[in-house]
Nanobody
Framework: QVQLVESGGGLVQPGGSLRLSCAAS????????MGWYRQAPGKQRELVAT???????NYADSVKGRFAISRDNAKNTVDLQMNSLKPEDTAAYYC??????????????WGQGTQVTVSS
C-alpha cells in the first residue's frame, strides 16, 4: 500500500495564494509521476498539474502562469503553489502518485482530497 496525505487547503479571497502539500509513504520503490487533480461539485475530476521524477511538468491551460508544481524525490513529496486564485479554482484537490512498489509492481494512489475555496 502507498498512502498519500495532503495538507494546505482552505478559504482564500480572489487574488490570494495557497500552497498544497502531499506526502507519500508505504512500500515505495519509485515514484514516476506525482500530480494534482481537482473536482468541483457537479463536474468531473480534471488534471491540474503533474511532474515527473526528472522534473518535467505539465499544467492545465486554466492554471498556466498562476500555479507551480514542485517535488522532492528524496522525501516523496509534491507541492502545488497556487497564486492569483480565482473563484473558478474552487474545488476539492487530490494528490496522485504513480510508480512501483517494493516487490509488488506498479501502483496508482490517490489522496483523500483537500478543499480549496476561493471567495470574497
Amino acid at each position: 500500500q502507498v498512502q498519500l496525505v495532503e495538507s494546505g487547503g482552505g478559504l482564500v479571497q480572489p487574488g490570494g495564494s495557497l500552497r498544497l502539500s502531499c506526502a507519500a509513504s508505504g512500500s515505495i520503490f519509485s515514484i514516476n509521476t506525482m500530480g494534482w487533480y481537482r473536482q468541483a461539485p457537479g463536474k468531473q475530476r480534471e488534471l491540474v498539474a503533474t511532474i515527473t521524477s526528472g522534473g518535467t511538468t505539465n499544467y492545465a491551460d486554466s492554471v498556466k502562469g498562476r500555479f507551480a508544481i514542485s517535488r522532492d524525490n528524496a522525501k516523496n513529496t509534491v507541492d502545488l503553489q497556487m497564486n492569483s486564485l480565482k473563484p473558478e479554482d474552487t474545488a476539492a484537490y487530490y494528490c496522485n502518485a504513480r510508480g512501483a512498489r517494493l516487490g509488488w509492481g506498479p501502483f496508482t494512489s490517490w489522496g483523500q482530497g483537500t478543499q480549496v475555496t476561493v471567495s470574497s
